[in-house]
């Protein structure tokens, strides 16, 4: 007996066959780890594309409306905003499976909002070298009140000058931005949850902003007409 314990040890410590077993088994969890998060960054890149397409494309669709044939101002109603709102589903199909997902319908899965807003001269003559944000007030012409999020721009408060490197606020507009017409401003701000690890990686918050000028018309109103609370008009306009 005392000869064969040293024997079997030393064919114990030779025998392989169970090598690659226990790699495997310390190998998958990391591997498996490795695999989920990088599905989880490619999520996340492809999220942020889409909201800036969500942004750029509602804005654009909203900047073409066309004036009536003497007029320099056109309207959008409520169908139009609409139109432009469940684009979203067509721009971003996540929202189908991501709203459900969290037990929310898709538009509250996503806050999208858009503005109006005309540029009026503080003063009645500039300095040539004068910043165009020191010249003009920014003051929101109709805004968008019926869409989820909360993050309508307010009517009674004229828009504030920020550094175009600012993270967008729904009270700020970039100093860029200033200059004799309007914009059209249009919010996106969508919540990007991690299918997987949700539990240990807080949500991380996307958020874009799109600031153009009307193509065809120096400024575009809302009409009411048939209005079902998407948007409000401001006063004075």
């Not at 114990?12 to 310390?26: I, P, T, Y």
């Not at 804005?59 to 469940?86: K, R």
């Not at 040539?128 to 993050?151: E, Q």
Request: charge should be positive; charged fraction near 15%.
């Amino acid at each position: 007996m005392t000869r064969r314990v040293p024997s079997l040890a030393r064919r114990f410590l030779r025998d392989g066959r169970g090598v690659s077993a226990v790699e495997l088994a310390v190998i998958l969890p990391a591997f498996l780890a490795l695999m989920a998060g990088g599905i989880q960054l490619v999520a996340y890149i492809n999220a942020t594309r889409k909201i800036d397409l969500v942004a750029n494309s509602i804005s654009q669709m909203i900047s073409q409306a066309v004036p009536p044939q003497g007029s320099t101002v056109a309207t959008v109603n409520s169908l139009d905003l609409h139109f432009s709102y469940d684009s979203a589903l067509v721009l971003f199909p996540y929202l189908m499976k991501d709203g459900p997902r969290q037990g929310l319908q898709w538009w509250q899965d996503i806050s999208i909002n858009f503005a109006s807003i005309a540029f009026t001269p503080k003063i009645p003559a500039c300095g040539s070298n004068a910043a165009p944000a020191d010249c003009y007030l920014a003051t929101v012409a109709w805004t968008s009140v019926g869409t989820y999020g909360g993050n309508a721009r307010p009517c009674l408060t004229p828009q504030s000058p920020a550094a175009d490197t600012a993270a967008p606020t729904r009270f700020t507009l970039p100093r860029s931005a200033y200059g004799p017409g309007s914009v059209i401003v249009v919010d996106v701000v969508f919540l990007f949850k991690p299918t997987f690890g949700s539990a240990f990686v807080s949500p991380i918050r996307i958020a874009r902003s799109v600031y153009l000028q009307p193509r065809y018309a120096t400024l575009i109103t809302y009409d009411t007409t048939n209005d079902d609370g998407i948007a409000a008009k401001c006063l004075g306009f």
